[in-house]
């Protein structure tokens, strides 16, 4: 019997793409893209329209657990049953915690394709009941820029994509749209078609530099020092925009002492670039609005990238560029839902004192005999440390241990797995949270179209730009997104779409979500009106405690290449300041 099913795609990728799957016999025969996501309009990459049902269904799906018979690495297992694997785990992992303590346990899990289930929920509760070794994910990748833009912004989202069609220039920086953000690609060509100009700032001449009005293909690391420069350019053409900076804006003289040691000279001659581009790009952004910005997922994985993404997101809070639509900075839409993390996660469960190590430098405590408790079991889901970590050798090496235990659990056989004494086969990902999130969007569609909308969804059908909702048991003036503050007025209609798809959620609800998510401590988190900018010498979380990045890529990869395991592991917090 031949079906067609909704669904979302669940892979680790900001655009969503809503899918139709054709399932026969409960085989999935074929995937394609279906117009309920309006953004992803039906259109979605090749690799999941092509290899999605060979990856559910083809040789390389694992179907039984499995025990490894051959060498570490070397990729030999035998088929056993699941209670034989259950045994297994429970008496290899009781007696390495009876030998060194719950903390001699390392969950080493990533993100693999998202989905609020299958990325840190209840698994993180067994091993916080556990008193497992805790592991801080977030110097891997997204979690910098995540802390790059709550610094920042706070728990808000930034504007819709679709925004950006109303935009006079459009900033692409590290953002490989064609192949990482294909979605994005029509609104930067109607806006291009409507006369906005494009940039692309890129190390490499990425496919969309071919449309660009500008390419400023800096040096790798050194995006903090553009930024810096673009943001002294501005205040030297009398482009910053002072009353919004006093409205809306902390830490601006600490910014700005820091920005004007950078001019575009001196910053062209760091970033490897002429003068002239860094002039233009200042003078677009000075003159050009409105301007968006979207910076793509990339610039953390580099050396000072954390703080190049911050100094980029400080920019439109500096010239004012924001409020109207097209102006702003596009970001992620994981703030305009609610989540509750915290409730299956129950961080509350970890015994005190519990160390916690950052991930990045796994291998190298893998390998390092003065590490108390030493790591002897590990369970590794949702990653593939050997691919994706820094220092591949390393990682082999450490996984390579005969005295670790290693619990691999996986879709297919990855290269990690393959140093795994037991693999476990699991099931795919439900796009169902996702499903979920499209299905609210679309009943809001729906109820618009045929009339039925109440009045917030009328006035959207009706007008280009949507009123923002106001929470209508709070007095208006008690409500900052009716007047007085247009940075956050401006976000929380984004949030809840503007003139489309709009989700049933008050913006009183987006706020309460996101006081549920992992908390931006200190002094950090800005006020909510207020974008804090202080210092962008903060966020590179992967260097060791106490050291500040004076964004020189040598200097910094110098610092790190020096600095001994025992420093990286006290290293592992957050820096902050500012
Ligand atoms: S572009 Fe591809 S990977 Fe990204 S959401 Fe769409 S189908 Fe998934």
New binding site residues.
Partial sequence: MIAERPSV?P?D?P???SLTVTVEDDRVVKVRGSRANPL?AGV??T??QTLYPDFVHGPGRLTTPLRRVGLKGEGRFERITWEEALDLIHTRVTAAVAAHGPQTVLPLNYAGPHGMLAYASMDLRFFHRLGATLLDRKPLCGGIRTEAWTGTYGTVPGIRPEQAAHSKLIIVWGNNVTWSN?HFMPIVNQAKRSGAKIVVIDPKRIKISEQADLHIALRPGTDVVLAWAVAAELERRGALDHGFIERHVQGFDEFMARARHYPPAEAARICGVPESQIQTLAEWYATLTPAAISVGNGLERNQNGGSGIRAIFALPALAGRWGVPGAGCINGAGFAFPKTPQRLQRPDLVPPGTRTLNIVDVGGHLLDEALSPPITAVFIYNHNPVIVHPDQNRMKRGLAREDLFAVGIDVVMTDSLAYCDVVQHRDLPPAREALRLHRAALHGQRRRADGRGHGRHRRAAGRPQAEPHRDRSRPAHADPGRGGHPLQEHQARDALGQGRARLELSRAEVRRAAAGLPAVRGPLSPRPHHARLGQADHLDLRRAGGERCDAAPRDASGRRAGARPQERHDGARLERSG
Avoid: A, G, I
């Fill in positions: 795609c892979l990728c655009d969503t793409c992803t979605l990459c690799k999941v294909l």
